[in-house]
């Protein structure tokens, strides 16, 4: 098992998530990361996506957040990213942060 991992993701953070200056609610910011999944699975670009959506400061570089071990992001994200295969997208995962979706790149 893989003790690093590289990753891209879009965050969507509603007013009350963790360091949040969003202003949508919970449930906006859940129909909005849906729909940017839904354009994932039908071909999208993600890095494109991370640019025009996330409130990541990572969306500038397409959602790439580098390289990374075990435990050094929240556990949601990490059991999520450090199970997931090479190229692949995940299911929407709720963090304290917001919503996210990743894209697992190495």
């Known amino acids: 098992?893989?003790?690093q991992v590289r990753a891209s993701h879009i965050l969507l953070m509603y007013a009350g998530s963790a360091r949040s200056t969003a202003s949508r609610s919970k449930e906006e910011a859940l129909t909005q990361i849906q729909d940017l999944?839904?354009?994932v699975n039908d071909g999208a670009d993600f890095a494109e996506l991370a640019k025009a959506n996330s409130?990541?400061?990572s969306g500038q570089?397409?959602?790439d957040l580098g390289t990374f071990g075990r435990g050094m992001m929240v556990p949601e994200f990490d059991q999520a990213a450090f199970n997931m295969e090479v190229g692949t997208v995940s299911d929407v995962v709720?963090?304290?942060f917001g919503y996210h979706i990743l894209q697992r790149t190495a």
Do not use: I
Request: aromatic share 0%; with cysteine; hydrophobic share 5%.
């Open 37 to 39: 999944k839904t354009q």
């Open 94 to 96: 709720e963090t304290d």
């Open 55 to 57: 409130d990541c400061p």
């Open 1 to 3: 098992m893989s003790e």
């Open 61 to 63: 570089q397409g959602g």
